[in-house]
């Protein structure tokens, strides 16, 4: 039974991150005492995929090297609302197969998609990384709950800044965007703070 997974961006037989995502899955090897990891690279190229268009390939894989891989023909969309939820237990620190906690989450919330507050601080969505708008500057909260690929590349090519962002400052930001490793910086969706349907001076965002 697969543990983990990959989420890769794949584009006209283009793979891209695929270094950052290799780094992801080496450390989760070894946190876990393994020495060799599988090889990201070696598995796309033995695919022999051959489709222009933009593609998904999820590799879910477990800690004996076993894997399975799925090309998915991807689509962008827009979330129309977003709600706090607060949950102060949450770990998140590998890309785990398991998301029940995040489905829980989910289901208790009113709107289209989720933004975890933990301990007061912003962290992520269920599926990605977020930037916030203050001036002509981007932010992503320095409480991440899983330090995405996107988000690492766009913090090492200096597009975007690490901060502190609470509940208390939320609202000091303009708008907002979510980021991972299919959603570009800027790529196509930016939303006004807005579209976070109770803020915090609402003082009814969700508890878990």
């Known amino acids: 039974m697969s543990q983990f997974f990959e989420s890769i961006k794949v584009e006209d037989q283009k793979?891209?991150?695929l270094d950052l995502h290799q780094k992801r899955v080496n450390e989760t090897f070894s946190y876990f005492g393994k020495e060799?990891?599988?090889?990201?690279?070696?598995?796309?190229?033995?695919?022999?995929?051959?489709?222009?268009?933009?593609?998904?390939?999820?590799?879910?894989?477990?800690?004996?090297?076993?894997?399975?891989?799925?090309?998915?023909?991807?689509?962008?969309s827009e979330i129309t609302d977003f709600q706090l939820v607060e949950n102060n237990s949450f770990d998140y620190t590998f890309k785990s197969e398991d998301r029940k906690e995040f489905d829980k989450m989910k289901l208790k919330a009113k709107a289209k998609e989720i933004i975890i507050v933990k301990n007061n601080h912003i962290t992520d969505t269920s599926f990605s990384n977020l930037l916030f708008k203050k001036g002509k500057e981007w932010f992503t909260p320095s409480t991440f709950l899983l330090n995405g690929?996107?988000?690492?590349?766009l913090l090492k090519s200096k597009?975007?800044?690490?901060?502190?962002?609470?509940?208390?400052?939320l609202t000091e930001f303009t708008h907002f965007q979510i980021i991972n490793s299919m959603n570009d910086f800027d790529d196509m969706?930016?939303?006004?703070?807005?579209?976070?349907?109770?803020?915090?001076e609402s003082g009814d965002y969700l508890e878990v």
Not at 41 to 55: R, S, T, V, W
């Open 189 to 200: 969706f930016i939303y006004p703070i807005e579209k976070i349907t109770n803020l915090p």
């Open 36 to 76: 060799k990891s599988i090889d990201l690279g070696k598995i796309f190229k033995e695919l022999q995929h051959d489709e222009d268009g933009l593609f998904k390939l999820r590799i879910s894989y477990d800690l004996n090297k076993n894997f399975r891989t799925q090309m998915i023909p991807y689509a962008i």
């Open 15 to 17: 793979i891209f991150l």
């Open 149 to 153: 690929v996107q988000r690492q590349h």
């Open 159 to 169: 597009k975007i800044k690490e901060t502190e962002i609470t509940l208390q400052n």
